[in-house]
T-cell receptor, first 112, second 114 residues
Framework: DVKVTQSSRYLVKRTGEKVFLECVQDMDHENMFWYRQDPGLGLRLIYFSYDVKMKEKGDIPEGYSVSREKKERFSLILESASTNQTSMYLC???????????FGPGTRLTVT | QKEVEQNSGPLSVPEGAIASLNCTYSDRGSQSFFWYRQYSGKSPELIMFIYSNGDKEDGRFTAQLNKASQYVSLLIRDSQPSDSATYLCAVNVGTGGGADGLTFGKGTHLIIQP
């Protein structure tokens, strides 16, 4: 069974704080993704990675950065959290030859 | 800008009937098309994907793709109350099954009435 885990289910941070969201997958998948999901806007791609140390911008990368130092781990970084980054953050992974993205349980981040 | 459009619903269908969910997409370069199901408070899970014109069946689910019309649909036969969820349509531009990430529609909320 593929498992994608995220470091926190709920997180509350203050405006201006640096925030780290961690994602770990246990199936040796090459590809990993960060999305955010907001009511009325749906799921939107922030960043993705094909392999260790590789990263590509998605549709809404502004205000975010990522890090992939190990194949199983993909981190999303909010350099200076703002209230408009309050959202549900979903991590996903994909084997390169496959079609199914496996999603983690999500982190609901509130920035106050 | 890639766009995926879905009717947000709610779409209400009697138990045992066929539920029909529709999706249109803007980018003619889209090659792979996905239907995800998301229960309230849960993560999306893949139901089906399709990349060739025509129909693809898997159990009670049938995905239909018409690239000329830029239209993809999902039919759920013999609808069950457990099918009540939000259904997300997603597309990938480029080769492969989504290595570049997916563009999602906003989802259709489906309610199966017992």
């Amino acid at each position: 069974d593929v498992k994608v885990t995220q470091s926190s289910r709920y997180l509350v941070k203050r405006t201006g704080e640096k925030v780290f969201l961690e994602c770990v997958q246990d199936m040796d998948h090459e590809n990993m993704f960060w999305y955010r999901q907001d009511p009325g806007l749906g799921l939107r791609l922030i960043y993705f990675s094909y392999d260790v140390k590789m990263k590509e911008k998605g549709d809404i990368p502004e205000g975010y950065s990522v890090s992939r130092e190990k194949k199983e781990r993909f981190s999303l970084i909010l350099e200076s959290a703002s209230t408009n980054q309050t959202s549900m953050y979903l991590c996903a992974s994909l084997r390169g030859s496959s079609y199914e993205q496996y999603f983690g349980p999500g982190t609901r981040l509130t920035v106050t | 800008q890639k766009e995926v459009e879905q009717n947000s619903g709610p779409l209400s269908v009697p138990e045992g009937a066929i539920a029909s969910l529709n999706c249109t997409y803007s980018d003619r370069g889209s090659q792979s098309f996905f239907w995800y199901r998301q229960y309230s408070g849960k993560s999306p899970e893949l139901i089906m994907f399709i990349y060739s014109n025509g129909d693809k069946e898997d159990g009670r689910f049938t995905a239909q793709l018409n690239k000329a019309s830029q239209y993809v649909s999902l039919l759920i036969r013999d609808s069950q109350p457990s099918d009540s969820a939000t259904y997300l349509c997603a597309v990938n531009v480029g080769t492969g099954g989504g290595a570049d990430g997916l563009t999602f529609g906003k989802g259709t909320h489906l309610i199966i009435q017992p």
